[in-house]
């Protein structure tokens, strides 16, 4: 060790560096704590993001593993996002959507790093009507100007890029009918009416949940937009079944000349009769669905039952209800010439003659359950003043009179009496091989549950004698008004149920 060579100088120089590292190592590990926690893994919750509107926000929870696979809580995370043009981040790990796109999101402690993936996207959520509203113009014609609406998300931003698809009603048409929005979310249209006169509706079809609708008047000849009434019927109708139907409905549409609000019906299947299908659509002014089916078992005489389902948060009135046909009377019905009538008469069950009368406080006295025989009487006075007009001046009872002791529940309660009204449309029974005049009566019952009416549209009419009324046997049909047990729905113009009209019994 003592001499000085070239080899000896090397041999000293290695042999001091190898003792300084070993040296230097002894003492590194004496610093080093075997038991200290190493943050080692970090796992982003959730590890795909999906931002559905601009200025949506989600904050993400970190999970961090040590090194021997345990979890660390209350670490600083060191958050950063790739592109801040899509989405940003918090210090504390809460995302923020910028605009559409993709990006990744890194986690980091120390040498520890986990990452995610982010997407804005944003989702459709409304309609915005910025041109075009409330239009009219003669029906199978162009509305005068264009529609112009935009699209926007859940936080109100518009989307660009969403696909619209317009369905109008009626066999209108629009121009385009399947479109994108633009840049700034909006589309521009045409929309010409279908043929038929009456509030007409253009569903906006952009993939949500709930289709957006625009509404506008068809005018006929008159320039008047008229009452309307839609059958959707749920048993197919041979065609002079289905031409009764129009013929009832045109019959309605000539009395009730003023119009109704529309309402926006969205409901469930089953919620109109337990083979009802889900309804999505603006309902002007009343919808009926029509079933042909066997009614309590067929063979009983009961050619046919209705009630109304919804009512309109506006003067109460149904927007839509069921009717029912016994369908193994319906050759007899055409035959004896009387479909159309009794098709009259269920459509004003529907629309609240009988069905409506107790939720209107004009029914007095009932008959029902265990008051068979008392004077059961209508309080309208409007009807009270048409029941005057025919005949029933001198009548000793309490007008209107009410069926209080022929037929059953459905019957009772709910129609004229037949010992004083014969053989009228609204008694509950319909008369082979004699008229069954709609009366005045009938029709001013309906204004005074709010409908505008005009009498003049009534068949001649006058009350026969009390023998004529009541003589003998009848040749007929039983038809039954079957009123809701349940709760009737009232709906807002949104569709929103904002309440319900109890049964009478119930209150």
Same mark, same amino acid.
């Given at each position: ?366 008959? *029902?359950?265990?008051? *068979? ?135």
């Amino acid at each position: 060790m003592g001499g000085v060579t070239a080899d000896g100088a090397r041999s000293w120089v290695t042999r001091s560096t190898v003792l300084g590292a070993l040296a230097l190592s002894f003492h590194a590990c004496d610093l080093v704590d075997p038991t200290a926690v190493i943050p080692t893994t970090i796992v982003v919750q959730p590890g795909a993001v999906l931002l559905d509107a601009i200025g949506a926000e989600l904050r993400l929870m970190p999970l961090v593993r040590d090194q021997a696979g345990g979890t660390i809580n209350g670490i600083e995370i060191e958050w950063s996002v790739e592109d801040e043009s899509v989405a940003t981040i918090s210090p504390t790990g809460t995302l923020r959507a910028i605009s559409n796109g993709t990006t990744k999101v890194r986690a980091r402690v120390d040498g520890a790093v986990g990452m995610g993936s982010v997407e804005v996207r944003q989702n459709p959520s409304a309609v915005d009507l910025l041109e075009g509203g409330d239009q009219r113009a003669r029906a199978g014609t162009s509305l005068p100007g264009s529609i112009r609406m935009r699209v926007l998300d859940r936080l109100g931003t518009p989307v660009a890029g969403a696909g619209v698809r317009l369905r109008p009603s009626h066999g209108g048409s629009a121009h385009p009918d399947d479109t994108v929005t633009d840049g700034a979310g909006e589309v521009t249209v045409s929309w010409t009416l279908g043929p038929e006169p009456g509030t007409q509706h253009l569903a906006v079809d952009t993939g949500i949940r709930h289709t957006s609708f625009l509404l506008a008047a068809a005018e006929n000849e008159d320039g008047r937009v008229p009452f309307r009434i839609d059958f959707r019927f749920l048993t197919e109708p041979a065609p002079p079944v289905r031409e009764a139907f129009q013929a009832a409905a045109r019959r309605w549409e000539s009395i009730l000349i003023g119009k109704l609000s529309p309402v926006l019906l969205q409901v469930p299947a089953g919620r109109c009769g337990a083979n009802a299908p889900a309804l999505d659509e603006v309902v002007d002014d009343l919808l009926i669905l029509v079933t042909l089916e066997s009614i309590a078992g067929g063979g009983e005489g009961i050619a046919a039952a209705s009630n109304p389902c919804f009512l309109r948060q506006d003067g109460l009135h149904p927007l839509a209800g069921q009717l029912r046909l016994e369908v193994s009377d319906l050759d007899a019905l055409l035959q004896a010439g009387i479909l159309e009538p009794l098709i009259v008469h269920e459509i004003s069950h529907v629309l609240g003659v009988g069905s409506l009368w107790g939720h209107f406080e004009f029914l007095n006295l009932p008959s *029902l359950p265990d008051a *068979l025989g008392a004077d059961t009487h209508f309080s309208g006075p409007r009807a009270i003043a048409a029941f005057g007009r025919v005949g029933g001046a001198g009548y000793a009872g309490l007008p209107v009179p009410v069926e209080n002791s022929e037929g059953g529940e459905g019957t009772q309660d709910r129609h004229w009496r037949k010992s004083v009204f014969g053989t009228e449309l609204l008694t509950g029974f319909l008369h082979v091989g004699e008229a069954n005049p709609l009366s005045e009566v009938t029709i001013e019952s309906l204004a005074d549950l709010g409908y505008v009416v005009d009498r003049s549209r009534a068949d001649p009419f006058a009350l026969p004698s009390r023998h004529a009324a009541t003589r003998g046997q009848w040749d007929g049909f039983e038809i039954v008004d079957r009123s809701r047990r349940s709760p009737l729905p009232v709906l807002d113009a949104d569709g929103a149920v904002v309440g319900a009209l109890l049964p009478r019994s119930w209150r």
